[in-house]
Nanobody, 123 residues
Framework: QVLLVESGGGLVQPGGSLRLSCAPS????????MGWFRQAPRKERAFVAA????????YYADSVKGRFTISRDNAKNTVYLQMNSLKPEDTAVYYC????????????????WGQGTQVTVSS
């Protein structure tokens, strides 16, 4: 397995913003699509957003469209998730993942995962 390290999580009030980062190590993931998933307490791990290798294609879960933005900087080997207008229902552990193929919402299409970073949205 290749190490993926997420950062940027924390506690934020409803309506606030956070920016998550994912920094893969051990390899550059050339040609891989990248995705973000999240897992809330007592829930299955769910798709959030994905981006193609070149960054030209993105896809979002309906629950985050218009609020979250996925991006990548391949020169820095880093993937980002900008989260705005956060809601309590966004509270979850957020995971970065690498997909050897095209953009996908399926967990099984992603070969490498980080340890996750906690995002808590509460007043």
């Amino acid at each position: 397995q290749v190490l993926l390290v997420e950062s940027g999580g924390g506690l934020v009030q409803p309506g606030g913003s956070l920016r998550l980062s994912c920094a893969p190590s051990g390899r550059t993931f050339s040609g891989y699509a990248m995705g973000w998933f999240r897992q809330a307490p007592r829930k299955e791990r769910a798709f959030v957003a994905a981006i193609s290798w070149g960054g030209g294609s993105t896809y979002y879960a309906d629950s985050v469209k218009g609020r979250f933005t996925i991006s990548r900087d391949n020169a820095k080997n880093t993937v980002y998730l900008q989260m705005n207008s956060l809601k309590p229902e966004d509270t979850a552990v957020y995971y970065c993942a690498a997909n050897p193929g095209r953009i996908s919402v399926a967990k099984d299409d992603y070969d490498y995962w980080g340890q996750g970073t906690q995002v808590t949205v509460s007043s």
